[in-house]
C-alpha cells in the first residue's frame, strides 16, 4: 500500500517559517521524481516546486528565494523549507510522487500553512 504523509503545516505569522516533510512508503522512492504543490480556497491546485531523481529543482516564480525543495533517499523524505511567509502562501500543501517511467502518480492527504498576523 502506498502512501505519502505530509507534516510540518500550521498557522505562522508573515516573515515566519516552516518546514514540511512528506514520508514515502510502499515505493521505491529512488524511482519517483518528487513536488510539492498548493491548493489556496477557491484557487486550482498548483505546482510550487519539484525535485527530479537527478536532483534537478524547479520553483514556481513567486517562492523563488523563499521555499527549498530537498529528498532524503535513505528516509524515503521529501522536504520543503518555507521561509519569510507571506499572507498568500495560505493554502494546503500536498506531496507528489510521480514515477520516471509511466504515469504512476500519488499524491499526500495535504498539510495546512496558514499565514496571517
Known amino acids: 500500500q502506498v502512501q505519502l504523509v505530509e507534516s510540518g503545516g500550521g498557522s505562522v505569522q508573515p516573515g515566519g517559517s516552516l518546514r514540511l516533510s512528506c514520508a514515502a512508503s510502499?515505493?521505491?522512492?529512488?524511482?519517483?521524481?518528487m513536488g510539492w504543490y498548493r491548493q489556496a480556497p477557491g484557487k486550482q491546485r498548483e505546482l510550487v516546486a519539484s525535485?527530479?531523481?537527478?536532483?534537478?529543482?524547479n520553483y514556481k516564480d513567486s517562492v523563488k528565494g523563499r521555499f527549498t525543495i530537498s529528498r532524503d533517499n535513505a528516509k524515503s523524505t521529501v522536504y520543503l523549507q518555507i521561509n519569510n511567509l507571506r499572507p498568500e502562501d495560505t493554502a494546503v500543501y500536498y506531496c507528489?510522487?510521480?514515477?520516471?517511467?509511466?504515469?504512476?502518480?500519488?499524491w499526500g492527504q495535504g498539510t495546512q500553512v496558514t499565514v496571517s498576523s
Open positions: 507528489n510522487a510521480r514515477k520516471i517511467f509511466g504515469p504512476t502518480d500519488y
Open positions: 525535485l527530479d531523481v537527478g536532483g534537478s529543482t
Open positions: 510502499g515505493i521505491n522512492f529512488n524511482f519517483y521524481d
